[in-house]
């Protein structure tokens, strides 16, 4: 048997080769990984504890502002509350399509969605497939309703606060927000419609649609 | 079809466009090592004459798929990083048309072109410099072909998926044809080869 594999040709050597790896193959099962992933549940642990996996809303306005496009934003809400407003920029990635959107893992991706806990759980899910950055909204978008879109400010401010509050004012118009003297939160946001999507921060065009950038040969 | 290295972030944009430019001349060295270099070799496969690149281009391809399989299969790897081009049936065939009429009149596909231009032939020049007035005409007609161009659309799909047969099945039925193409392209270049004399 030896013998005979010595006397063959190089090329019929290789070919051999070739055919006994694609004959194992037919028995070696699927290539594709599919849903399943290790992860380590104490480095997520330490990550979580450190609170350097999420980003302010005001953080976050200050990069849509500066027009950085270094990040992605992914909106995990439903369609109708997309079309109803989203931030400037944001995807809409329904939390069940987030396996198949199209990531890179080390692009920075931020989540947000209404409170905080879907996006939490959507940052485990993409860190435990081995995306490094990814970030949630802190408070999602009820926290950037409030401190953005309607931020207040009450009667009686000191100065420091009213310097703030001049600050947070220019961005609260950029994103076509309303900013409020006096007044409670659930007054303001019970009284206030979401703003148009036509705002003055341009990039609001509906991207879910979007096609994915070519590549490839 | 990229590495998947960049998608696992272990490098960015910049580091990547290095790593193409290395593969790239890497890619060049060799075509040209293997003769690809000379529009005449490239041309004999059509008269039957001479078929290395057949061979050389089936070769790579199913070791290319062995590897990839296997690496995959004992988790070294994440098939899923891998770009798939979207499929657009239609005019990708009209396209792979287009793309051998031009292999067959001009001696060359794009990349030997390069290849061959860089070593100093002139007929790779001229078929260069075709491919780059041909891109410019593309693209500025390419809002009336727009429609045609995005027509068909049958997203990422592999064969596997098609036939809806496993994939290490497909993985040895593409060994077999690749064995038996080379068993048909050697029988080819004895019996069919050599009629017609080379210019």
């Keep these: ?217 | 079809m990229n590495a998947p290295f960049f998608k696992y972030g272990l490098f960015g944009d910049d580091v990547s466009l290095v790593v193409a430019f290395i593969i790239g001349i890497g890619f060049g060295f060799f075509l040209e090592r293997g003769g690809f270099g000379n529009g005449r070799k490239l041309a004999a496969q059509f008269y039957f004459n001479d078929l290395t690149v057949f061979k050389v281009m089936f070769t790579a391809i199913i070791t290319a798929m062995i590897g990839i399989y296997y690496l995959s299969v004992i988790g070294w790897m994440d098939l899923s990083l891998v770009y798939l081009n979207p499929t657009y049936i239609v005019p990708q065939t009209i396209g792979g048309l287009l793309l051998g009429f031009g292999f067959v009149i001009g001696g060359y596909c794009p990349g030997t072109s390069c290849v061959s231009a860089v070593t100093g032939k002139i007929d790779g020049m001229v078929y260069l410099l075709g491919i780059v007035v041909g891109i410019f005409i593309f693209g500025e007609i390419f809002p009336l072909v727009s429609n045609f161009y995005n027509s068909t659309p049958m997203g990422q799909i592999t064969l596997s998926q098609l036939f809806n047969i496993p994939y290490g099945i497909l993985v040895f039925a593409v060994v077999l044809m690749a064995i038996g193409g080379f068993a048909a392209a050697e029988w080819a270049e004895k019996k069919l080869g050599n009629k017609i004399v080379e210019p």
């Design chain 1, 1 to 217: 048997m030896k013998n005979i594999f010595l006397k063959l040709s190089m090329n019929k050597k290789l070919a051999l080769l070739a055919f006994v790896l694609g004959l194992i193959a037919v028995f070696a099962g699927n290539p594709y990984r599919g849903n399943s992933v290790t992860m380590d549940t104490k480095e997520l642990a330490l990550i979580v504890d450190k609170t350097v996996d999420h980003v302010s809303a005001e953080e976050l306005a200050d990069w849509i502002i500066q027009g950085k496009s270094d990040f992605k934003l992914l909106d995990l809400r439903t369609e109708k509350e997309f079309n109803e407003y989203h931030i400037s920029s944001a995807e809409l990635v329904p939390l069940a399509e987030l396996n198949e959107y199209p990531l890179l893992r080390n692009e920075k991706i931020v989540l947000y969605s209404e409170g905080g806990i879907h996006s939490a759980q959507a940052w485990m899910l993409l860190r435990a497939k081995g995306y490094k950055a990814v970030y949630m909204l802190f408070g999602g978008l009820e926290e950037w309703t409030d401190k953005i879109l309607f931020p207040r400010i009450a009667q009686n401010a000191t100065p420091g606060q009213t310097a703030a509050f001049e600050k947070i004012k220019e961005v609260s118009k950029f994103f076509g927000g309303s900013p409020q003297v006096g007044g409670t939160a659930e007054e303001v946001s019970a009284k206030k419609p979401m703003p148009k999507l036509e705002m003055p921060g341009g990039t609001s065009a509906p991207t879910a649609g979007k096609k994915k950038k070519k590549e490839g040969c």
